[in-house]
Protein backbone atom coordinates (compact mmCIF):
# COMPACT_ATOMS: atom_id res chain seq x y z
CA UNK A 1 0.00 0.00 0.00
CA UNK A 2 2.57 2.18 1.00
CA UNK A 3 4.75 1.62 -2.66
CA UNK A 4 1.65 2.27 -4.25
CA UNK A 5 0.89 5.64 -2.64
CA UNK A 6 4.45 6.61 -3.56
CA UNK A 7 4.46 5.58 -7.04
CA UNK A 8 1.30 7.56 -7.17
CA UNK A 9 2.50 10.58 -5.80
CA UNK A 10 6.06 10.90 -7.97
CA UNK A 11 3.95 10.70 -10.70
CA UNK A 12 1.43 13.07 -9.90
CA UNK A 13 4.08 15.92 -9.11
CA UNK A 14 6.07 14.49 -12.07
CA UNK A 15 3.05 15.78 -14.29
CA UNK A 16 2.30 18.53 -11.94
CA UNK A 17 6.23 20.16 -12.25
CA UNK A 18 6.20 19.12 -16.22
CA UNK A 19 2.65 21.26 -16.51
CA UNK A 20 4.56 24.26 -14.73
CA UNK A 21 7.51 24.13 -16.51
CA UNK A 22 5.72 24.30 -19.96
CA UNK A 23 6.47 27.17 -22.24
CA UNK A 24 2.49 27.72 -22.84
CA UNK A 25 -0.07 27.95 -19.79
CA UNK A 26 -2.35 25.64 -21.55
CA UNK A 27 -1.10 22.45 -19.87
CA UNK A 28 -1.46 23.56 -16.22
CA UNK A 29 -4.57 25.15 -17.00
CA UNK A 30 -5.81 21.59 -18.45
CA UNK A 31 -4.39 19.94 -15.74
CA UNK A 32 -6.56 22.27 -13.26
CA UNK A 33 -9.41 21.41 -15.54
CA UNK A 34 -9.00 17.66 -15.50
CA UNK A 35 -8.30 17.84 -11.76
CA UNK A 36 -12.08 20.14 -11.10
CA UNK A 37 -13.85 17.58 -13.44
CA UNK A 38 -12.78 14.82 -11.35
CA UNK A 39 -13.22 16.21 -7.83
CA UNK A 40 -16.78 17.66 -8.83
CA UNK A 41 -17.88 13.76 -10.31
CA UNK A 42 -16.46 12.39 -7.31
CA UNK A 43 -17.82 15.10 -4.89
CA UNK A 44 -21.30 14.50 -6.52
CA UNK A 45 -21.63 10.47 -6.21
CA UNK A 46 -21.26 11.49 -2.69
CA UNK A 47 -24.09 14.26 -2.29
CA UNK A 48 -26.71 13.35 -5.68
CA UNK A 49 -30.06 12.59 -4.37
CA UNK A 50 -30.14 9.06 -6.32
CA UNK A 51 -26.89 6.76 -6.62
CA UNK A 52 -26.23 5.59 -9.04
CA UNK A 53 -26.76 8.09 -11.35
CA UNK A 54 -25.20 9.10 -14.83
CA UNK A 55 -25.79 12.62 -13.82
CA UNK A 56 -22.66 13.70 -11.50
CA UNK A 57 -20.34 12.50 -14.37
CA UNK A 58 -22.78 14.39 -16.83
CA UNK A 59 -22.39 17.20 -14.87
CA UNK A 60 -18.91 16.90 -14.35
CA UNK A 61 -17.95 16.96 -18.27
CA UNK A 62 -20.07 19.31 -19.05
CA UNK A 63 -18.26 21.45 -16.32
CA UNK A 64 -14.98 20.66 -18.07
CA UNK A 65 -16.35 21.73 -21.72
CA UNK A 66 -17.01 25.41 -19.79
CA UNK A 67 -13.59 25.60 -18.30
CA UNK A 68 -11.86 24.85 -21.61
CA UNK A 69 -14.13 27.20 -23.58
CA UNK A 70 -13.76 30.32 -20.72
CA UNK A 71 -10.15 29.48 -20.92
CA UNK A 72 -9.78 30.23 -24.66
CA UNK A 73 -11.61 33.22 -23.82
CA UNK A 74 -8.80 34.20 -21.34
CA UNK A 75 -5.68 33.34 -23.71
CA UNK A 76 -5.63 36.59 -25.86
CA UNK A 77 -6.47 38.82 -22.96
CA UNK A 78 -3.61 41.59 -21.53
CA UNK A 79 -1.77 40.42 -18.08
CA UNK A 80 -3.67 41.92 -15.16
CA UNK A 81 -2.74 45.03 -14.51
CA UNK A 82 -4.82 45.96 -10.91
CA UNK A 83 -5.94 44.16 -7.79
CA UNK A 84 -9.36 45.06 -8.87
CA UNK A 85 -8.99 43.69 -12.74
CA UNK A 86 -7.64 40.07 -11.27
CA UNK A 87 -10.62 40.44 -8.36
CA UNK A 88 -13.10 40.66 -11.72
CA UNK A 89 -11.26 38.49 -13.64
CA UNK A 90 -11.81 35.65 -10.65
CA UNK A 91 -15.03 35.76 -10.32
CA UNK A 92 -15.73 38.86 -8.57
CA UNK A 93 -18.91 39.04 -6.14
CA UNK A 94 -19.09 35.11 -7.23
CA UNK A 95 -16.45 34.05 -5.35
CA UNK A 96 -16.31 36.62 -2.87
CA UNK A 97 -19.89 34.79 -1.81
CA UNK A 98 -18.40 31.27 -2.22
CA UNK A 99 -15.08 32.20 0.62
CA UNK A 100 -17.98 33.90 2.66
CA UNK A 101 -20.07 30.40 2.21
CA UNK A 102 -16.95 28.19 3.25
CA UNK A 103 -16.11 29.98 6.17
CA UNK A 104 -19.60 30.63 8.01
CA UNK A 105 -22.23 28.13 6.36
CA UNK A 106 -19.59 24.77 6.12
CA UNK A 107 -17.69 25.57 9.12
CA UNK A 108 -21.44 25.50 11.16
CA UNK A 109 -21.84 22.20 9.23
CA UNK A 110 -18.45 21.15 10.51
CA UNK A 111 -19.07 21.79 14.17
CA UNK A 112 -22.52 20.56 14.30
CA UNK A 113 -21.18 17.00 12.77
CA UNK A 114 -24.40 15.88 11.72
CA UNK A 115 -22.55 12.16 10.14
CA UNK A 116 -25.86 10.11 10.70
CA UNK A 117 -27.95 12.67 7.82
CA UNK A 118 -28.96 11.06 4.36
CA UNK A 119 -25.86 12.08 1.83
CA UNK A 120 -28.20 13.18 -0.66
CA UNK A 121 -28.70 17.24 -0.79
CA UNK A 122 -29.41 19.10 -3.92
CA UNK A 123 -28.27 22.10 -2.08
CA UNK A 124 -24.87 20.28 -1.35
CA UNK A 125 -24.90 19.60 -4.99
CA UNK A 126 -25.34 22.75 -6.26
CA UNK A 127 -23.07 24.16 -4.04
CA UNK A 128 -20.20 21.43 -5.45
CA UNK A 129 -20.52 22.35 -8.40
CA UNK A 130 -20.20 25.93 -7.66
CA UNK A 131 -16.99 25.49 -5.15
CA UNK A 132 -15.02 23.79 -7.80
CA UNK A 133 -16.07 26.13 -10.42
CA UNK A 134 -14.83 29.23 -7.96
CA UNK A 135 -11.60 27.29 -6.96
CA UNK A 136 -10.40 26.28 -10.34
CA UNK A 137 -11.23 29.99 -11.76
CA UNK A 138 -9.31 31.65 -8.54
CA UNK A 139 -6.11 28.83 -9.14
CA UNK A 140 -6.16 29.79 -13.39
CA UNK A 141 -6.20 33.09 -12.75
CA UNK A 142 -3.27 33.13 -10.09
CA UNK A 143 -1.40 31.36 -12.01
CA UNK A 144 -2.00 33.51 -15.71
CA UNK A 145 -1.38 36.66 -13.28
CA UNK A 146 1.76 35.72 -11.71
CA UNK A 147 3.23 32.44 -12.99
CA UNK A 148 4.35 29.25 -11.76
CA UNK A 149 6.41 30.35 -8.97
CA UNK A 150 4.17 32.28 -7.21
CA UNK A 151 1.20 29.20 -7.33
CA UNK A 152 3.15 26.71 -6.46
CA UNK A 153 4.11 29.34 -2.95
CA UNK A 154 0.44 28.93 -2.48
CA UNK A 155 0.04 24.94 -2.27
CA UNK A 156 3.08 24.38 -0.68
CA UNK A 157 0.73 26.28 2.16
CA UNK A 158 -1.52 23.79 1.69
CA UNK A 159 0.98 21.06 1.72
CA UNK A 160 3.02 21.99 4.81
CA UNK A 161 -1.01 22.52 7.18
CA UNK A 162 -1.59 18.82 5.76
CA UNK A 163 2.17 17.33 6.63
CA UNK A 164 2.49 19.35 9.51
CA UNK A 165 -1.06 18.42 11.34
CA UNK A 166 -0.20 14.64 10.61
CA UNK A 167 2.95 14.48 12.23
CA UNK A 168 2.12 17.15 15.00
CA UNK A 169 -1.32 15.27 15.41
CA UNK A 170 0.54 12.08 15.82
CA UNK A 171 3.70 13.12 18.57
CA UNK A 172 1.81 15.70 20.65
CA UNK A 173 -2.18 14.92 20.14
CA UNK A 174 -4.52 14.10 22.79
CA UNK A 175 -7.76 16.55 22.43
CA UNK A 176 -9.96 15.40 19.41
CA UNK A 177 -10.85 18.34 17.52
CA UNK A 178 -13.64 16.92 15.37
CA UNK A 179 -14.36 13.56 16.80
CA UNK A 180 -17.55 12.66 14.95
CA UNK A 181 -16.15 13.68 11.43
CA UNK A 182 -13.22 12.60 11.74
CA UNK A 183 -11.96 11.21 15.03
CA UNK A 184 -7.93 11.15 14.03
CA UNK A 185 -7.66 14.08 13.90
CA UNK A 186 -6.83 16.45 17.09
CA UNK A 187 -6.47 20.26 17.88
CA UNK A 188 -2.22 19.72 18.62
CA UNK A 189 -2.07 18.82 15.20
CA UNK A 190 -4.08 21.12 14.04
CA UNK A 191 -2.35 23.79 15.76
CA UNK A 192 0.69 22.35 14.24
CA UNK A 193 -0.74 22.32 10.60
CA UNK A 194 -1.30 26.12 11.25
CA UNK A 195 1.82 27.20 12.59
CA UNK A 196 4.16 25.51 10.25
CA UNK A 197 1.60 26.99 7.33
CA UNK A 198 1.74 30.57 8.65
CA UNK A 199 6.02 30.27 8.97
CA UNK A 200 6.54 29.32 5.23
CA UNK A 201 4.56 32.13 4.01
CA UNK A 202 6.38 34.65 6.18
CA UNK A 203 9.48 32.96 5.20
CA UNK A 204 8.39 32.84 1.15
CA UNK A 205 7.66 36.46 1.90
CA UNK A 206 11.08 37.04 1.20
CA UNK A 207 11.33 35.36 -2.69
CA UNK A 208 9.96 37.59 -4.99
CA UNK A 209 7.06 36.75 -6.67
CA UNK A 210 5.46 33.78 -4.22
CA UNK A 211 1.94 34.36 -2.41
CA UNK A 212 3.64 36.05 0.64
CA UNK A 213 6.02 38.33 -0.95
CA UNK A 214 2.17 39.67 -2.75
CA UNK A 215 1.09 40.23 0.64
CA UNK A 216 4.00 41.10 2.54
CA UNK A 217 3.93 44.01 -0.18
CA UNK A 218 0.76 45.28 1.21
CA UNK A 219 0.62 44.30 5.00
CA UNK A 220 2.94 43.72 7.68
CA UNK A 221 4.69 40.34 8.56
CA UNK A 222 3.10 40.06 11.62
CA UNK A 223 -0.46 40.41 9.68
CA UNK A 224 0.49 37.98 6.81
CA UNK A 225 1.16 35.29 9.93
CA UNK A 226 -2.28 35.80 10.82
CA UNK A 227 -3.56 35.30 7.61
CA UNK A 228 -1.75 32.78 6.29
CA UNK A 229 -3.21 30.78 9.51
CA UNK A 230 -6.52 32.26 8.48
CA UNK A 231 -6.10 30.14 5.22
CA UNK A 232 -4.20 27.05 6.71
CA UNK A 233 -7.37 26.77 9.45
CA UNK A 234 -9.65 26.79 6.42
CA UNK A 235 -8.38 24.35 4.70
CA UNK A 236 -8.75 21.94 7.45
CA UNK A 237 -12.23 23.07 7.11
CA UNK A 238 -12.54 21.84 3.48
CA UNK A 239 -10.41 18.59 4.80
CA UNK A 240 -13.27 17.91 7.61
CA UNK A 241 -16.08 19.00 5.34
CA UNK A 242 -15.19 16.22 3.02
CA UNK A 243 -14.80 13.99 5.70
CA UNK A 244 -18.40 14.43 6.72
CA UNK A 245 -19.30 14.07 3.18
CA UNK A 246 -17.77 10.47 3.10
CA UNK A 247 -19.42 9.67 6.82
CA UNK A 248 -22.97 10.44 5.63
CA UNK A 249 -22.32 8.48 2.17
CA UNK A 250 -20.83 6.13 4.32
CA UNK A 251 -17.84 5.16 2.23
CA UNK A 252 -13.68 5.86 2.77
CA UNK A 253 -12.38 7.38 0.06
CA UNK A 254 -14.26 9.69 -2.43
CA UNK A 255 -12.87 7.30 -5.28
CA UNK A 256 -10.40 4.92 -6.53
CA UNK A 257 -9.00 7.50 -9.08
CA UNK A 258 -5.51 7.47 -7.37
CA UNK A 259 -4.51 4.34 -6.37
CA UNK A 260 -3.02 4.71 -2.93
CA UNK A 261 -4.50 7.83 -2.17
CA UNK A 262 -8.22 7.85 -2.66
CA UNK A 263 -9.80 10.21 -5.17
CA UNK A 264 -8.76 13.63 -6.31
CA UNK A 265 -10.91 15.16 -3.94
CA UNK A 266 -9.52 13.72 -1.41
CA UNK A 267 -6.36 15.26 -3.02
CA UNK A 268 -7.17 18.54 -3.21
CA UNK A 269 -10.34 18.44 -0.18
CA UNK A 270 -8.13 21.61 1.71
CA UNK A 271 -7.57 23.39 -2.03
CA UNK A 272 -11.19 24.26 -2.55
CA UNK A 273 -11.96 26.52 0.14
CA UNK A 274 -8.69 28.47 0.45
CA UNK A 275 -8.36 28.86 -3.31
CA UNK A 276 -10.92 31.88 -3.31
CA UNK A 277 -9.46 33.64 -0.45
CA UNK A 278 -6.17 33.51 -1.54
CA UNK A 279 -7.47 35.08 -4.74
CA UNK A 280 -9.24 37.77 -2.79
CA UNK A 281 -6.45 38.56 -0.82
CA UNK A 282 -4.11 38.44 -3.85
CA UNK A 283 -6.63 41.14 -5.08
CA UNK A 284 -6.76 43.12 -2.18
CA UNK A 285 -2.72 43.46 -1.96
CA UNK A 286 -2.22 44.12 -5.39
CA UNK A 287 -4.66 47.09 -4.44
CA UNK A 288 -1.90 49.10 -2.44
Request: charged share 5%; hydrophobic share 55%; net charge positive.
Given at each position: MLKQRVITAIVLLAVLLAALLAPSAWPLVILLAVAAVCALWEWLRLTWTRRPSPIPLVVAVLLG????????????LPPVQSGLELFHRGGGWLTMGMAAVWIVGITLLVVQGETGRAP??????????????????????????????????????IWLADIAAYFCGKAFGKHKLAPRVSPGKTWEGALGGVVAAAIW?????????????????????ALVFIIAAGLAAVSIVGDLFESLLKR?????????????HGGVYDRIDALLPTAPLALLLTAAAASS
Open positions: IIMCSAAAQWAPGSLVLSVFGLLAVWTAWVSLTQLYLAYGAWFLVSFLALVCASAFWEGSFGHVLSQRWHLRANVKDSSQLLPG
